[in-house]
């Protein structure tokens, strides 16, 4: 009799799971507490308990408001654009059975930076950028899916390798768009785009948490189930119409929802790259090829690493920031080129 | 049992399987033959639920094959293309377990009896030193015999098979076949592949059916097919059939060119 509950990586998956559960409390706890003005962190976890009707907050009136209208909801945004990036990276990869596959693949992100262009652009008097722009950049990131799946997706012939190619042709055509709108732009809203086009968190307010927040949990929610279809799918689109997957149904709902949920995530955070390429990655070296334990543990180790970043990112050059992608990029690389190397042949 | 009435497949104006009516009784292996670009794939794969028929219907146990939906369908047929895709990184035990997808579906955890399955499977297959190593790590016969593992793991009472022992050598080729024809015996498995070997062919199968151009131009008792005229004439070569043993080998003759028969060669 084969012991087919207890395979080795068990082991190994208990501990990286306990690994990135760690990672999440010590990110949160980050998050809270480190920043230009520094409060102490057993001050915070008091206003925390306080909360539950546990003893009296000694945060003061400012530290107060630093730690839950300023820190908080950008914690909360890290946490939300973190984990849905890295989620709809490893469903995209599952999905299209490509390495290489982000969630920005199928036009999302030249549709939202488009959008956001545009609303950056046509308000050239404004020091800041538009309140509008987080929603014409989410129309912009669904209109290009939409019209990517449209061109490569709805056929009963299409394969993943059509709809890849109508989401280069279509991601082409809008960045030609906004390249020319960019062109057009004066030096102060070209500055703007650039700022939001590298990513950034430095926006974010309860109200914006609380319009993307839906969307993520929908799609991630999709995501997480269908992730054991993506491990079928793993053998190839006809293997797995031959082991009772609805192929075609499956690359619909993981499209559409990991689609919509980075839309919702790049709207209000900017386009940050490489989380949903570097995280999937580096848990697939150390937990293996199946996307049901990639998925969940993208999902918490995305949200750790995206809060992490951000308080590097606002703290190293306090007062002013780097740009979230630049910091995701540089702090990533590194630790994905140790895992790799690292990595022991199967 | 396999029943296909008049299956007709085209890709475009090309009919690829013409008219196809046949049946395969339960508990039998029949074995599809013929040259390249004869159909046999196209035929499988329709069988299989892969392909759409233009024209006509297959059913299986009565019920019709491309009205069933992908779940019903791989609870009753189970398909071994002729190159599966081995998905680097996965173990062989997750790789069998994948036949168990359309009992437990996509949504939820195999069950226990599911786990029983696969365990079983796997040793029948003779697969129990393998199932922690990679996929990738395996031997083309350890591969295929893991191929095969998954579809019988999908626990249905038909088997189709696409060329199943291309690539592997002659003891492999005899251990896939052999341990598909115990199947057949012990379980009362329904076979259907297709094969190039025609000496394997004929010594498996209980029946063989002579494709050509999408038509089928024998069909009948394995003996009977390998000594068919219609043989020569499908794959275009002289053939002799020498019996060894009382096994009957088909020898292709070179240097002999391919005379075309006066009369029309028919059905067996």
């Keep these: 009799m084969i012991a087919a509950g207890s395979p080795p990586g068990v082991r190994r998956l208990i501990v990286v799971s306990g690994a990135v559960s760690i990672a999440l409390v010590v990110a949160i706890g980050v998050g809270l507490a480190v920043g230009p003005i520094p409060i102490p962190a057993n001050r915070i976890g008091g206003a925390l308990v306080s909360y539950l009707g546990l003893g009296h907050s000694t945060l003061n009136p400012t530290q107060s408001l630093i730690v839950w209208q300023i820190r908080a ?3 909360v945004l890290g946490l939300v654009a973190g984990s849905m990036l890295a989620v709809a990276g490893a469903s995209y990869q599952g999905v299209f059975r490509n390495p290489l596959a982000d969630p920005y693949l199928l036009g999302v992100a030249a549709g939202a930076g488009l959008g956001a262009t545009l609303a950056i652009v046509k308000v050239g008097s404004s020091a800041l950028i538009p309140a509008w722009t987080p929603w014409l950049a989410f129309g912009g990131a669904l209109i290009a899916v939409a019209a990517t799946w449209f061109i490569g997706g709805r056929s009963v012939r299409s394969t993943t390798a059509t709809l890849l190619l109508a989401g280069v042709a279509v991601s082409a055509l809008l960045t030609s768009v906004q390249t020319y709108l960019q062109q057009q732009a004066s030096a102060q809203s070209l500055a703007r785009v650039y700022i939001w086009l590298l990513g950034s968190l430095a926006g974010a307010s309860w109200h914006s948490v609380g319009i993307i927040t839906p969307y993520v949990l929908v799609s991630l929610g999709v995501c997480l189930l269908s992730a054991r279809a993506l491990d079928v799918m793993s053998v190839g689109e006809e293997e797995a119409r031959s082991l009772g997957v609805r192929v075609r149904h499956v690359r619909w709902a993981v499209v559409a929802a990991a689609s919509l949920g980075t839309s919702a995530v790049v709207s209000a955070a900017g386009l940050i790259g490489f989380v949903g390429i570097i995280i999937p990655h580096a848990l697939r070296l150390v937990v293996g090829v199946s996307y049901r334990r990639i998925v969940p543990l993208s999902l918490v180790l995305g949200a750790a690493f995206l809060v992490l970043a951000d308080t590097v990112a606002r703290t190293v050059m306090a007062p002013s920031e780097l740009p979230l992608g ?8 590194p630790i994905f080129v140790v895992i790799l190397s690292l990595r022991r042949p199967s | 049992m396999i029943r296909l009435e008049n299956v007709t497949v085209r890709a475009g104006h090309r009919v690829l399987v013409d008219d196809v009516s046949l049946r395969v009784e339960p508990g039998s292996w029949c074995t599809i033959i013929g040259a390249n670009g004869a159909g046999k794939t196209t035929l499988v794969r329709a069988v299989s639920g892969l392909t759409r028929p233009d024209q006509g219907r297959i059913s299986i146990q009565g019920r019709d094959v491309h009205t069933l939906s992908e779940r019903e369908r791989a609870r009753g047929i189970a398909f071994v293309p002729q190159h599966p895709e081995i998905p680097s990184g996965m173990r062989v035990l997750d790789y069998v377990s994948l036949g168990r997808v359309p009992h437990h579906g996509v949504m939820r955890a195999p069950r226990v009896l599911d786990h029983q399955v696969v365990a079983d499977v796997i040793e029948r297959v003779d697969l ?17 015999r893991m191929v095969l593992a998954r579809a019988l793991a999908q626990g249905t009472s038909v088997v189709v098979l696409d060329e199943p022992i ?4 002659v003891r492999h080729q005899l251990s896939i076949l052999e341990l598909l024809q115990r199947e057949v015996l012990e379980c009362g498995l329904t076979v259907l592949a297709t094969l190039h070997d025609l000496t394997l062919a004929g010594q498996f199968a209980d029946r063989l059916i002579l494709l050509h151009e999408g038509r089928v131009l024998a069909d009948g008792d394995s003996s009977c097919v390998i000594r068919s005229p219609a043989l020569a004439q499908s794959y275009g070569i002289e053939v002799a059939v020498v019996n060894v043993e009382g096994v009957d080998v088909v020898v292709p003759r070179v240097g002999v060119s391919y005379r075309e028969p006066r009369g029309n060669p028919g059905k067996v």
């Excluded at chain 2, 291309?166 to 050598?169: C, E, K, P, R």
């Design chain 1, 73 to 75: 909801p950008r914690l």
């Design chain 2, 128 to 144: 129990g030193a393998f199932v922690h190593r990679d996929v990738v790590s395996l031997s083309g016969g350890e591969r295929q």
């Design chain 2, 166 to 169: 291309t690539g592997l050598d």
């Design chain 1, 326 to 333: 630049v910091v995701t990029a540089l702090i990533g690389a």
